[in-house]
């Protein structure tokens, strides 16, 4: 359900919200991970991360 609150920027929607405490939990179960990861699973999973909140983001054209 849509609210009658407007939105004044992506940082209001919950789901912006949302992603960027999940890129905040990625990071910190990634710090866990044998070493040997580095360059592996740990980069895609933080990478992976970091794209949800950087798509939802708005991007201004020049």
Known sequence: MISEE???????LSV?????????SVYKITLNYPSDEKFGLISQMRR??????????PVKSL
């Open 16 to 24: 912006y919200k949302k992603s960027l405490n999940l890129v905040e």
């Open 6 to 12: 407007k939105l004044q920027t992506h940082e209001d």
């Open 48 to 57: 992976s991360a970091v794209s949800v909140p950087s798509n939802i983001h």
